[in-house]
């Protein structure tokens, strides 16, 4: 078991060698090292990475209290569910009502890989490939349909 302080220190240790990981990356294929995530243009839809204990995801949340709007994107990702999912690479997890850690409900829309370990260093590499390249797939796909998501 980690003391508070060793678990924060571990923590930032994965997200900071994971930004090295994929900012080198990004930058060789002429792109911006940071990724988009919650600058989608969009106030409820992000672009999520989330890893833990037991397994990393990367995905969609729709994060609005406001049910209609949430409803509204969801089956909007719903009619082109078969052009992510190509895009993606494989079948993605779709929950109309997620919720987080912290008690959050939202919903998400991911991938996920399990047995990685946000505190054993020797997962990282497989977690930060996984992450990486999902990611990346994720962000082209946004990139194209990005007009089609918003409200209107």
Not at 54 to 65: C, K, S, W, Y
Not at 127 to 148: C, I, P, S
Request: glycine content about 4%.
């Amino acid at each position: 078991m980690y003391s508070k302080e060793e678990a924060k220190a571990k923590r930032e240790a994965f997200w900071d060698s994971f930004k090295r990981y994929s900012a080198d990356r990004r930058r060789k294929k002429g792109l911006s090292p940071e990724w988009m995530l919650t600058r989608t243009g969009i106030k409820a839809l992000n672009l999520r990475f989330h890893v833990d204990r037991e397994l990393a995801q990367v995905g969609i949340d729709l994060e609005t209290r406001n049910m209609d709007k949430r409803l509204e994107l969801y089956e909007k990702l719903e009619a082109v569910k078969k052009i992510l999912e190509e895009a993606m690479g494989e079948a993605m997890k779709w929950e109309l009502e997620y919720i987080r850690e912290n008690g959050k409900s939202v919903s998400r829309i991911y991938l996920e890989i399990c047995d990685v370990d946000i505190y054993r260093q020797e997962s990282w590499k497989r977690a930060q490939t996984f992450m990486f390249e999902k990611m990346m797939r994720l962000e082209a796909f946004y990139g194209e349909y990005r007009d089609y998501f918003k409200f209107g």
